[in-house]
């Protein structure tokens, strides 16, 4: 997918940032911050316990453990991409020293670690990347002590605003045929991005054993003026390193020459114009 997708490590620091201004950045940098404060605070983390932030990447809530505890809890960051792991421990070369973290190459899936290790088990925007998601509950709850925490961010991607509902029919060009590739797709059992739901994390998580489950969904409604430019980036960054963008979702319905158009029009319509769109988030809790 290119230089600037070449894998996770990357994308994390350029590709998902490639259609924002320095003012946006900044803004989603806050936003992440909040979001890791949340969870910290979710995860009640006390002095002596055994910590992992699975699907690390570049290790926004391991890094909120390390500058509250530093040496007083042991901390895991465990990704399944050696890539974020090395970048990671570049992060920590550059900081303080600390003598209770260890790095674990492991797939959420099948977590290489023994039963009733962790006291706290947490992710942020992990689970949006893997297709089958029961088995990843089960292992959070294998890998946790009784009464251990699994807690956790998710955007619900498949409740966020779509280009279709941005402008109306007047303004688009076969507009109806795709809003209704747009909604399809938006939909798709087989897309890990989309299928899934509150509902069916609760169900998730009580599937593998879990009590006093709490899956609290936050509606996020935000204002901004997309450049023409970053319109486009739209279509033509990928959602992750090993994800189909937008463009090439909208190619297995229609010809290139088509969907080109579609964009254009996209760009004319919203580009440097104020939009107002809601993005679903979901803030996990759950008691082993």
């Known amino acids: 997918m290119g230089e600037i997708c070449k894998n996770w490590s990357t994308w994390l620091k350029k590709t998902r940032f490639s259609y924002m201004n320095e003012v946006q ?11 890791r404060d949340q969870v910290l605070l979710l995860a009640d983390i006390k002095k002596g316990q055994k910590i992992a932030d699975f699907g690390c990447g570049s290790g926004l809530l391991g890094f909120g453990v390390l500058e509250k505890f530093e040496n007083n809890v042991e901390l895991i960051f ?14 920590l070369a550059q900081s303080s020293s600390v003598n209770n973290v260890k790095f674990l190459l492991s797939d959420v899936a099948d977590i290489k670690l023994e039963s009733n290790y962790l006291d706290r088990a947490m992710t942020r925007s992990v689970l949006v990347h893997i297709k089958e998601k029961q088995p ?11 009464e251990g925490l699994y807690c956790a ?4 991607i498949s ?13 688009i060009s076969d507009y109806k045929e795709f809003a209704a590739a747009e909604k399809e797709f938006m939909e798709n059992p087989n897309d890990p991005l989309v299928n899934f739901n509150a509902q069916s994390l609760d169900k998730n998580l009580n599937d593998a054993g879990f009590n006093n489950v709490i899956v609290n969904v936050q509606a996020v409604t935000s204002k901004y003026t997309p450049s023409k430019e ?3 980036s739209w279509f033509s960054a990928p959602p992750a390193p090993d ?11 229609f010809e290139e020459k088509k969907v080109d158009n579609f964009i254009l029009e996209i760009q ?21």
Not at 268 to 285: F, H, M, P, R, Y
């Open 25 to 35: 950045v900044q803004q989603t940098l806050n936003w992440l911050s909040a979001i």
């Open 78 to 91: 465990s990704d399944k991409f050696q890539d974020c792991l090395d970048e990671c421990k570049n992060i």
């Open 136 to 146: 990843v509950f089960n292992e959070f709850y294998r890998v946790l002590k009784p």
């Open 153 to 156: 961010f998710e955007p619900i």
């Open 159 to 171: 409740e966020n605003t779509r280009y279709y509902e941005l402008v109306n029919e007047s303004q």
């Open 230 to 232: 970053a319109v486009i």
């Open 243 to 253: 994800q189909k963008t937008m463009k090439q979702r909208f190619l297995e319905y």
């Open 268 to 288: 004319q319509t919203l580009g440097d114009k104020e939009i107002s769109v809601s993005s679903n988030t979901a803030l996990i809790k759950a008691v082993k």
